[in-house]
């Protein structure tokens, strides 16, 4: 075991340490992009490489796109081979099955893809056919193209138009629009503005239709929400189990729902956040459905799903746009919180007609409150009721944040019947749900139990099978020259004596190279669990604490995420404390709890206790909870941007070796104005000193 | 005394901090029973002697009086006998072009509906230029009484509310200061509680109160009300914790060196003509994980433009 976990290390690199990264050669390049064919070495940085490496076409490197992009043919044609096509044919047997008559009394709706589409003639074809294949009833059917006038294929999609009558009988018709390379977004705009059909379906040239009667299954999903909803204000996906929980994509949304926003996807952003942007507005208002059991491939070369070509080239995701555009995306939140309105009050509107039908009116309203008939709540009313449903989030955000701060400071001054007071207090004012579950961010419909069952996670068995590895790697560290096991700064306010040691293997999504380098057997066991690390919303830590240490009563910041402990030497003396449990920890056992529960470490033996840590996701979280928190990961350029803009700070970078930050002007001026006052030219804190420098002292 | 209460200094003061803010919370979510017992229970805690007092800065053996007599002070009658000028100057700049009374956004947050207009002519110790070019004749009335100017901890303002504003129950930062408000335009329903007082102003008169006990305003009447505030020392403040008051003033120092606290810079100094800060241990731990996460080795941040300066290489 041990041997096959070296060999593995070994080959790690295409992200570890030890290979010449910064250019690999063509083989290397080669070899690494070949990698990329596993999900597990597929990370950003290997987009990079694809990106140079196809920018260099032309050099010693050329021939490595074309071997790469061969394998992802023969991929791509595998995969249609041996899952697509045998989806299919299934998925037309099921739906024979359940009698796709049947259904014909559901409302037929008219459907428009709009699909902006470049240089892949090929690709859109080959949508085209399947969109004609799997639909039930594809006359209802539109497809509209956007192909930038200065594409070199222009005419091949000429040829393809003039011809897609013939081509594809079964799709109702098939619409080319040329015009200005305006971007992808604006391309749906166009389209979504050609468009004659009832429902408005994002596409793009590298999907694929899969399952037979996705127009069938997407009639009776309306059929049935129209029926809840009557003002049709809906925005659907189709969902075939093949995203990560909470997550969407290609949106359709309703006519009532364009024409009442007037546009379909946001301009403003250079990447792909129009999506989001949709499905943030849908989620707003409480209308956004999957449509379920319908799969349309998404076949991107990120995924390894297709070749690098030109296009994917030009789209190709930065960290420069996509920074940027989150930014964007979270400055413009009045303004989806505007569009999210205009969709309400369209709801409110539709729903004090009477219906047709003659049934009563929908008996709840978006703001929670029953119509007797006798008033119909204006917007304005609306607008307040959703301010004020804010507002109580944030008090609650705020009293969490004071309560913590005040019984953190209750226990630091050894005054725990205060603290205890204090969380009774705000259990009373609904601010937390139990007096020894505490975090500031707060996720109430989560179970809530202190301590779980480490056989309900698959990799504690695992972890404990590789105990021995760990526990020797581990151990030949600590205390070796250059240990990374230091002294916490992060956390030290939490320990009154002793010492608290620890050292980050991972934390903010990413695995810490350089503690990394010292752990590497580890870090190769870890890697194979995706829970504690492509999914961990926090960190691995080596956490090593001294006797006389004690850790005081605290509660972890979320109820969003489990804590792992892995023993791996523990003395006699020492015992952790969760909520009223007090355990021992058993080497090379795991032990699971979840920390936003009040805990506390007491180390009253003789040598060091050593454990690795390692944070994975409450397994109840879902949807939205779970996508925000493992993109709030991601998003460190955001948490810098945050960080400087709050200290005021224009430029942090490193000079001599030091980090050094520029002040921006305001409070540039501030500084100057004060060093003008004093007469001083620079000041440095030593502890409780202030040391002061003057002109004079130099001169 | 509270100390004595065995709760130590420094817990007591992030426990006043923590529980002023919670206090303050509860009450801007509109749920003053909330508030009450969190008070309570603080007071129990013994945090503060009195519910209505709640102060986080609290000097010890103060008199606690919610309201003072302003036939106490000498400058009441200067200030009563001078309102016409006063109030002639103030009406003459107010709506004008050039009104420096606007809206607040220290105190933003106390007025739950309605606005809240203010105007600063001295704080931390110092004239504020600009407000007081438009304010000649009040200045020089107001330069008279060193208690206000000179002595003063706190500041002099010019403070306006529109018809409909409600300012929140509230406490003042300490209980070594109290304010002065000559009422310059009172129109009916108007009233400010002090603790348990509901007074309202009378115009061309001084009110004197302790603004550390829980205060707000109520304006249900049609016109503007308008005040002049001024703060003073509690006047049985002694000698050295006056002194320390009126340090704590201005005192560029102290403001460097709380700066640097509060923002983790460990040393300022000016490079190639430029201010530049070190940063103290902890934060260096963070900018350091911060940027070794993005893989960047300089950040810029200007106006809405971010720039990266990348690390080299993809390994």
Not at chain 1, 522 to 537: H, K, M, Q, Y
Not at chain 2, 130 to 137: G, M, Q
Request: glycine share 8%.
């Amino acid at each position: 075991m041990t041997r096959h976990l070296r060999q593995r290390t070994r080959i790690d690199p295409p992200d570890g340490p030890g290979t010449a990264a910064d250019a690999p050669g063509a083989t290397g390049a080669l070899a690494r992009l070949l990698l990329g064919h596993f999900r597990r070495y597929r990370a950003a940085r290997l987009q990079d490489l694809a990106a140079t490496t196809l920018r260099d076409g032309s050099g010693i490197r050329g021939w490595v796109v074309p071997v790469v992009n061969l394998t992802l043919r023969s991929r791509r044609w595998l995969t249609r081979a041996l899952i697509i096509e045998p989806r299919w044919i299934a998925s037309r047997v099921a739906f024979a099955g359940r009698g796709g008559a049947a259904r014909r009394r559901d409302q037929r709706h008219h459907l428009s893809l709009l699909c902006p589409t470049r240089s892949r003639v090929r690709e859109l074809t080959t949508l085209l056919r399947s969109v004609q294949r799997t639909a039930h009833a594809g006359g209802r059917i539109e497809v509209l193209c956007y192909v930038d006038a200065d594409d070199p294929q222009l005419p091949a999609y000429r040829r393809l138009f003039e011809r897609a009558g013939r081509r594809f009988p079964g799709i109702g018709r098939c619409v080319l629009k040329v015009g200005d390379p305006v971007g992808v977004p604006a391309a749906w705009n166009v389209l979504a503005a050609a468009a004659t059909g009832d429902y408005l379906l994002m596409a793009n040239d590298d999907q694929l239709y899969v399952d037979h009667g996705w127009d069938a299954a997407l009639d009776r999903r309306v059929a049935e929400l129209t029926a809840a909803h009557p003002d049709e204000v809906l925005c659907l996906y189709f969902d075939g189990g093949q995203y990560p929980a909470g997550g969407c994509d290609f949106p359709i949304i309703s006519r009532v729902w364009y024409e009442t926003l007037g546009y379909y996807a946001p301009e403003i952003f250079q990447q792909w956040q129009a999506e989001r942007w949709i499905f943030e507005i849908a989620r707003r208002i409480d209308r956004l459905f999957p449509v379920p059991g319908v799969l349309v491939e998404h076949l991107h070369y990120q995924d390894f799903k297709a070749p690098f070509d030109a296009t994917y080239q030009r789209h190709r995701m930065t960290r420069e746009k996509a920074s940027a555009d989150e930014l964007l995306f979270r400055r413009t939140a009045q303004e989806r919180e505007a569009a999210a309105d205009s969709l309400r009050s369209v709801i409110q509107a539709r729903a004090g007609r009477p219906r047709a039908d003659g049934a009563r009116p929908a008996p709840v309203t978006a703001a929670g409150q029953s119509f007797n008939g006798s008033t119909v709540m204006t917007t304005e009313a609306t607008v307040s009721a959703a301010q004020d449903g804010g507002t109580r989030r944030y008090i609650m955000q705020m009293a969490r944040r004071y309560y913590g701060s005040l019984i953190d400071a209750w226990h630091y001054g050894g005054h725990g019947e205060n603290a205890r007071a204090c969380a009774e207090l705000a259990v009373q004012q609904g601010v937390w749900a139990h007096p020894a579950q505490r975090p500031r961010e707060y996720i109430p419909e989560l179970f809530a139990k202190p301590v779980h069952d480490p056989a309900d996670f698959w990799f504690a068995a695992y972890l404990e099978e590789h105990y021995p590895q760990i526990r020797a790697e581990v151990e030949q560290v600590l205390d070796a020259p250059l240990d990374p096991v230091l002294p916490t700064v992060e956390d030290a306010a939490l320990i009154r004596h002793g010492a608290w040691k620890q050292a980050h293997l991972f934390r903010d999504g990413r695995w810490q190279e350089d503690v990394c380098a010292r752990f590497p057997v580890t870090r190769g066991i870890l890697a194979e669990i995706p829970e504690v690390t492509t999914f961990s919303p926090g960190v691995i830590t080596v956490s090593r604490v001294d006797p006389g240490s004690h850790i005081m009563p605290h509660c972890g910041p979320t109820n969003a995420l489990l804590r792992v402990h892995f023993p791996l030497t523990i003395p006699p003396g020492v015992s952790i404390r969760v909520a009223d449990q007090v355990m021992t920890w058993e080497e090379g056992k795991c032990l699971v709890f979840d920390d936003s529960f009040e805990h506390e470490v007491r180390h009253d033996g003789t040598t060091d206790r050593v454990v690795l840590i390692l944070d994975t996701l409450h397994p109840d979280l879902g949807g939205d909870h779970r996508e925000r928190l493992l993109q709030r990961r991601l998003a460190t350029e955001e948490q810098i941007i945050g960080f400087m803009r709050e200290g005021g700070f224009e430029r942090i970078g490193t000079e001599d070796g030091e980090i050094v930050i520029h002040p921006e002007p305001a409070l540039r001026d501030l500084v100057r104005r004060y060093m003008a006052a004093t007469g001083i030219d620079g000041a440095e804190l030593r502890d409780d000193d202030v040391v002061w420098y003057r002109s004079a002292d130099r001169a | 005394m509270p100390a004595a209460q065995g709760i130590g200094r420094y817990i007591e003061q992030i426990a006043r901090n923590n529980y002023s803010s919670l206090v303050d919370t509860w009450h801007y979510g509109g749920r003053p029973e909330d508030a009450r017992a969190c008070a309570e229970l603080a007071v129990r805690q013994h945090v503060w002697a009195q519910l209505l007092q709640r102060d986080r800065d609290h000097i010890p053996g103060l008199r606690a009086q919610p309201v003072h007599d302003p036939a106490g002070f000498w400058f009441v009658t200067v200030l009563e006998d001078r309102y016409p000028e006063i109030r002639a100057e103030i009406e003459a700049v107010l709506d004008t072009d050039i009104d420096p009374v606007q809206p607040t956004l220290e105190d933003g947050w106390l007025a739950r509906r309605g606005s809240w207009r203010q105007a600063y002519l001295f704080r931390e110790g110092n004239w504020q230029p600009d407000v007081c070019a438009h304010f000649p004749i009040t200045r020089s009335i107001l330069a008279e009484i060193p208690e206000v100017t000179t002595f003063s901890p706190g500041v002099i303002l010019v403070s306006r509310l529109s018809p409909g504003t409600h300012i929140i129950p509230h406490c003042g930062s300490t209980n070594a200061v109290l304010r002065i408000h000559l009422a310059i335009k009172v129109p009916s329903r108007v009233s400010i509680r002090v603790a348990d007082q509901v007074m309202t102003w009378e115009e061309g008169k001084c009110l004197i109160f302790d603004d550390s006990f829980e205060h707000e305003v109520h304006h249900d009447g049609t016109g503007d009300r308008v005040v002049l505030i001024m703060d003073m020392a509690h006047p049985d403040l002694d000698t050295a914790h006056r002194e320390r008051l009126l340090a704590r003033r201005p005192g560029p120092e102290e403001r460097i060196t709380a700066f640097m606290r509060e923002r983790g810079i460990e040393r300022i100094a000016v490079k190639d003509g430029r201010i530049v800060f070190t940063p103290d241990r902890a934060m260096r731990e963070l900018v350091t994980n911060y940027m070794a996460a993005a893989r960047v080795r300089a950040a810029e941040v200007t106006g809405d433009q971010v720039r990266w300066q990348r690390l080299e290489g993809g390994g």
